[in-house]
């Protein structure tokens, strides 16, 4: 089943909401209006909430999970992501917080406590570590990720062209009736 109840908390969509039949999605997760989970995706929202923003994508093979409260740390971090954001492929989230209009590359993972600020992109690749702040405007990269340089007019652009891109394609998905 793609869309799983876990403990009594249900995962909420939006309006227009694609989830692809082979993703999962788990728990306390909330998906806004228009967003798209592409196939072989997890979303496991089962020990701490998952916040996805409106229009973003996230792209084939991706896992966005949480750190959980505990003795080594008494809060946990939930998962939460802005509007228009794009996440390339196998691209791992874990207990990290994600502003607006942002890319993250194929293969990137953003680590607990990472906070990514808006307009961000970070590259095919890349590490975000533990705790560390992506300063809105830039490019990153590496592994551990660095600042390289600052965004072009034409890649910021770039957010809201992709963005709307994914939407145009999910409403042809939703369309031929291959959601969950």
Request: proline share 4%; glycine share 12%.
């Amino acid at each position: 089943m793609t869309i799983r109840t876990y403990r009594g908390l249900a995962p909420a969509l939006g309006e227009r909401v694609f989830v692809d039949a082979s993703a999962v999605v788990i728990g306390d997760v909330a998906l806004g209006d228009d967003s798209s989970v592409w196939p072989l995706t997890v979303i496991r929202g089962d020990m701490q909430r998952i916040r996805i923003g409106a229009r973003t994508s996230i792209q084939d093979g991706s896992v966005l999970h949480i750190t959980h409260a505990g003795p080594f740390n008494s809060d946990g971090f939930p998962l939460t992501l802005g509007d228009e954001v794009t996440v390339g492929h196998k691209v791992t989230l874990h207990g990290c917080t994600l502003g607006n209009r942002i890319l993250v590359g194929m293969g990137s993972i953003v680590m607990d406590g990472a906070v990514v600020e808006d307009e961000v992109i970070i590259g095919a690749g890349s590490l975000v570590p533990p705790g560390k702040r992506l300063e809105s405007g830039y490019l990153y990269v590496g592994s551990p990720v660095r600042q390289a340089r600052p965004l072009t007019d034409k890649e910021r652009a770039f957010f809201a062209y992709t963005a709307g891109n994914y939407v145009k394609l999910k409403d042809l998905h939703l369309a031929e009736g291959y959601d969950r």
